[in-house]
């Protein structure tokens, strides 16, 4: 079994439990030990940024140290806001001199420099072989039109993220998803901001993004979106301007049917008959009509 270091961060037990409890699954089934971090803390990455310049380095840096003490050299991290977080720290450590003594200063213990923050996503398509992602599937995702949705964190900047995947067209999501027997659809807004933390301060912004989204998504022939971040989830998840068949209290322009989104974990977990029945209902725009109707789940 492999072993890494897990950073859940703040969502995976709280408004992404769903990317929390279909992860947990499906590394299990494919026999990736994830050990948690110990007293990790939020990252930051949805408002430190507006409190003092040095934070969102810190606040991840520290997360870092933590991760040393799992003695484990790689650390994966299901989200891509807090993937993006702790690649910058990890830069930071290695390269800023000043900043690395003063974490060291405060925290008490020196960066030994080994732990590699990794995306899962990145773990999934780098460590796991063709033969391992696709002999798991019991339930092929066959019929299911799907758009993979990366989001504008998750492979940018690549002087962070390392080039795991191309930052502007990214393959690996596509490549999971038609391991699983999903139609992937090709399409141009792969990497384009949802607007992000605006979601509670501009929805007006994010209404139109989200907006734009979708109705590209439905355009390009697909049914549903794929992602591996939990702020896309609740942008696009709770921001589409037509909900369960009824529009929402403003303007009608965009002519879509809603549009479900999933994490791209549960994509798997479902095409490896894994039990994720439950966490389906907490989606905003109901994905359960379409998974019967191409076959996945019965009910």
């Known amino acids: 079994m492999k072993r890494y270091a897990f950073y859940p961060g703040c969502t995976l037990h709280s408004t992404g439990v769903e990317f929390g409890v279909s992860s947990e699954l499906v590394c299990e089934r494919l026999g990736l030990e994830m050990v948690e971090i110990p007293d990790w803390n939020c990252c930051g990455a949805s408002s430190a940024h507006s409190m003092k310049a040095e934070l969102t380095l810190a606040l991840p840096a520290r997360n870092l140290v933590k991760a040393q003490e799992t003695g484990l050299e790689d650390l994966a991290i299901p ?3 807090c993937y993006s977080r702790l ?4 830069k930071a450590l290695g390269e800023d001199g000043g900043f690395r003594g003063r974490m060291e200063e405060v925290l008490g213990v020196k960066w030994a420099g080994r732990v590699r923050p990794r995306s899962l996503l990145e773990v999934m398509v780098g460590d796991v072989s ?7 599937v019991r339930k092929p995702l066959e019929g299911f039109k799907v758009a993979s949705y990366y989001g504008c964190l998750l492979v940018r900047p690549p002087e962070y993220t390392g080039r795991w995947d191309d930052p502007e067209h990214p393959q690996s999501m596509d490549y999971v998803l038609g391991l699983l027997g999903a139609e992937v659809v090709p399409w141009s807004y792969g990497v384009d901001c949802c607007g992000g933390s605006l979601t509670l301060n501009r929805s007006d912004v994010v209404v139109h993004l989200v907006d734009r989204l979708a109705r590209a998504a ?10 591996a971040c939990p702020m896309c989830m609740a942008n696009v998840d709770g921001r589409q301007l037509y909900r369960g068949g009824r ?18 974990t549960e994509l798997m977990a479902l ?5 994720v029945g439950k966490v389906l209902g907490r989606h905003m725009v109901d994905p359960r009509p379409l998974l019967k109707r191409v076959g996945v789940i019965e009910r």
């Open 79 to 81: 989200c891509a806001a």
């Open 87 to 90: 690649a910058a720290a990890g």
């Open 130 to 136: 063709r033969e391992e992602l696709a002999g798991a």
């Open 218 to 227: 439905r355009e390009a022939g697909a049914e549903a979106l794929a992602t």
């Open 247 to 264: 529009p929402l209290p403003r303007p009608a322009k965009a002519g879509y049917e809603p549009v479900p989104i999933f994490y791209f």
């Open 271 to 275: 095409a490896y008959g894994l039990p």
